[in-house]
């Protein structure tokens, strides 16, 4: 492997946002293909903090660095991607929904996702239906992630797929959805596609519904 | 069933602007349909980017913004009851101050500034707690020692940081209410098994609120690894449970906390976190009812 890939990769395992940033400029420098920082580089990464959170050597704070500095070095990296190196996994709409504040699970589910190489249109906290709704038809996404830190707030997560419904969107996007109070049968039923533990569990269940 | 009786001092401070508290956070009431939380919405330290920022441009509050002349009169006519005051959170405080991803991120990536201002929180804390006793000597029974470290799945910092960050000043708070006569109460959620070694080490004497659904959390293998150095408080679940389950869980889960965590003694029931709002009354009623039914030994 090319000495600035490792680089990048390293700058993100260790979280390190200035060395991702300039490792990507290195990279470049010297003429790498972008889709393969891309994929060698950042995606790699990424996975790798995937596997390091489950087997409980990174915690929230490591992972969140290491997020932001993907994030960083991907900000440096994406002008120079050509249409046909975006190969997108896929297109997500994600959002904590109405009533909730609450924001870092879901932030690492979007950041994990879109170090996963999937596109992200992140609609913020206290999210209501109608809002869902509307990104979904404007971005044609595959796939409406949502989040609830609160037993209160939860069943809004029905309502969302209640609109889906209604709207006659169902049949078009998977629906994930995760949160501290959010289980496995909580998603069965209300009729959700999947259900993640934590952000990287969240990347796999997602791959897996759209394969 | 006699209720804990909570002692506070009097807030005499500067006046604060509506929706603030003495800290700069700024709070907004947030609708869920069935009722409002009060969320956090200004974080007064997201601004900076170092330390030497916060402390030339951040005022912290003065111990003597508070009056504990009438604490005396709180417990009078109560002299039965339990009673709780003083104690420290200084992390949950801290994450309003900074926005709550930050201050996970500043773990990693700015300890100074972490450090800095827990210092500072805890002083107060610290403070308030010593000027509580002095009021009242003898009279408390419990203080709150406090800080949330798990998620459902594991701990949410790791055991390195929570031990450089967070039990250092959580063991002075337990030496000061030790040395008062009273008992630590221990708060955090969640799934915190692989640091509960540490907490019983610094001394805590109650736990709550044991999540037993969280990983790790397994109310036996609690009760059989630390049932003899601590008193377990809460377990009732709320994230399932009492809000979604029927009553007959409800009672069951009641019965299984006695036989496991109280065996012997031990355990105070208890839901663990408030009861929230779309919990049906008769679940919450079988709760209580189901431990007066089976709760004496």
């Known amino acids: ?211 | 069933m006699d209720p804990v009786l909570f002692v506070e001092p009097e807030y005499i401070g500067p006046s604060l602007p509506k929706n603030t508290d003495v800290f700069g956070r700024g709070f907004s009431e947030v609708d869920y349909g069935t009722g409002v939380y009060k969320e956090c919405v200004h974080f007064p330290l997201a601004q900076y980017q170092t330390l030497n920022e916060i402390k030339q441009n951040y005022k912290w509050p003065n111990p003597d913004w508070w009056d504990y002349s009438g604490i005396s009169d709180q417990i009078k006519g109560f002299e039965d009851y339990p009673v709780k005051g003083g104690g420290s959170e200084p992390f949950l405080v801290y994450k309003d101050l900074r926005g709550h991803e930050q201050a996970f991120v500043d773990l990693a990536t700015h300890p100074e500034i972490v450090h800095f201002c827990l210092e500072k929180l805890f002083a107060l804390c610290y403070e308030n707690t010593v000027r509580i006793y002095e009021q009242i000597p003898g009279n408390v029974q419990l203080s709150f020692v406090g800080e949330d470290f798990g998620s459902q799945q594991m701990l949410m910092y790791s055991p390195n940081h929570i031990r450089e960050f967070f039990i250092p000043r959580m063991k002075r708070m337990i030496d000061l209410v030790h040395k008062a006569g009273a008992f630590v109460f221990f708060h955090s959620d969640g799934a915190i098994r692989d640091i509960i070694p540490d907490m019983v080490e610094a001394g805590v004497d109650v736990i709550d609120p044991i999540q037993w659904r969280c990983e790790g959390m397994d109310r036996s293998e609690l009760k059989d690894s630390f049932g003899d150095k601590v008193i377990f408080h809460g377990a009732v679940d709320n994230q399932y449970t009492l809000a979604f389950g029927t009553v007959d869980e409800v009672r069951q889960e009641v019965v299984d906390n006695i036989n496991l965590l109280g065996m012997g003694g031990g355990y105070i029931i208890g839901p663990c976190h408030n009861i929230q709002p779309i919990s049906p009354p008769e679940n919450i009623i079988a709760m209580y009812m189901a431990g007066l039914e089976y709760g004496w030994t």
Do not use: C, W
């Open chain 1, 1 to 211: 492997m090319n000495q600035e890939i490792k680089d990048l990769l390293e700058a993100i395992l260790v979280g390190n946002a200035d060395l991702a940033k300039e490792s990507v400029q290195a990279a470049l420098r010297i003429s790498l293909a972008p889709s393969e920082i891309l994929n060698e580089g950042m995606i790699a990464a990424m996975a790798e903090v995937g596997e390091r959170f489950e087997r409980g050597d990174y915690f929230v704070p490591e992972m969140l660095i290491s997020a932001r500095a993907m994030q960083q070095g991907l900000s440096i990296l994406k002008p120079h991607l050509q249409q046909s190196d975006l190969v997108s996994q896929g297109k997500i709409v994600i959002g904590t929904v109405k009533g909730d504040l609450h924001d870092i699970g879901k932030n690492l589910v979007s950041m994990m996702l879109e170090g996963a190489g999937f596109e992200i249109v992140d609609l913020g906290t206290d999210v209501p239906a109608d809002r869902f709704i509307g990104a979904v038809t404007e971005n044609g996404a595959d796939v409406v992630a949502m989040s609830a830190l609160l037993t209160t707030t939860m069943p809004q997560m029905k309502t969302v797929i209640m609109a889906l419904d209604e709207a006659e969107l169902r049949d078009r996007v998977k629906v994930i959805i995760g949160g501290a109070p959010v289980t496995e049968s909580y998603a069965q039923d209300i009729g959700a596609d999947g259900y993640a533990a934590d952000a990287s569990r969240a990347v796999k269940v997602t791959k897996s519904l759209l394969n």
